[in-house]
């Protein structure tokens, strides 16, 4: 993806994590785990873990749909004593992964994140990559997770 991508991606999450209520982080991957875009409340480390998380968590869901012949996933929610994790399919080979709150309208973000698909769904369109020769997020996320804050030029 293009810097420019990345930082008008990372922008929408800032946004997104902003706007609506209970949700503290959100980051987009790719199907191979690795980070596309991330809302600055997540540290590099953090964002590489969850969406690692997030796509273990896809593919097993998949993996159900497929054996159970369930059809497609849209989306898996794991409850946790402190945390929702919601995990949607996102375009071709990317997911969004959001952390809300326990006490979190579940309906309501998952109807926010569907929207923020909708709005950045020319954006997410990304194959699965692979981490360049000397580490880091190859062609990928260049930027320093948080650096995303600034609204992107020319809006």
Partial sequence: MHNTVTGELNWLLNDFAERVAS???AVILSRDGLAVAASSELGREDAEHLSALASGVQ???RGAGRH???GNVRQTIIEMDALLL???AAGDGTCLAVLAEAEA???LVAYEMAVLVKRVGQHLQAAPRHEAAGGGFGGGYTGG???GGAAPQGR
């Fill in 86 to 88: 919601f995990v949607t």
């Fill in 145 to 147: 997770f948080g650096a």
């Fill in 105 to 107: 309208d579940a309906g």
């Fill in 59 to 61: 593919s097993l869901a």
């Fill in 23 to 25: 949700v503290r982080q």
């Fill in 68 to 70: 159970f012949a369930g």
